[in-house]
């Protein structure tokens, strides 16, 4: 079962979730999306950590030639860093 929860806003955040409703339709469906892409982004986040720490945990400190690479890949994908 839901729980309710109150949450007040200042005018930016009031601003930002005006522009959401603009997109998805209700404040609802806003915040509720919203959430969820943070918390997925989160977690996609901490796996990438994560992953890092296990290959350094087994291969050593990731060095410059990787850090290039990866640079390069993300470049060609159009990534920002």
């Known amino acids: 079962m839901g729980?309710?929860?109150t949450i007040n806003f200042d005018d930016e955040m009031e601003?930002?979730?005006a522009e959401l409703v603009a997109?998805?339709?209700?404040k609802k469906l806003?915040?509720?999306r919203s959430?969820?892409?943070e918390v997925k982004r989160r977690r996609?986040?901490?796996a990438m950590l994560d992953m890092i720490a296990s290959w350094e945990a087994d291969e050593?400190?990731?060095?410059?030639e990787h850090l290039?690479?990866?640079d390069g890949v993300l470049d060609r994908q159009g990534v920002g860093r």
Do not use: F, N, Q, V
């Not at 997109?23 to 209700?26: A, F, P």
């Not at 050593?60 to 410059?64: E, L, R, T, Y």
């Open 3 to 5: 729980s309710k929860t």
């Open 15 to 17: 601003a930002a979730l």
């Open 23 to 26: 997109l998805d339709g209700t």
């Open 30 to 32: 806003a915040i509720k």
């Open 35 to 37: 959430l969820l892409a």
């Open 44 to 46: 996609s986040s901490r």
């Open 60 to 64: 050593g400190p990731i060095g410059s």
């Open 68 to 70: 290039e690479w990866a």
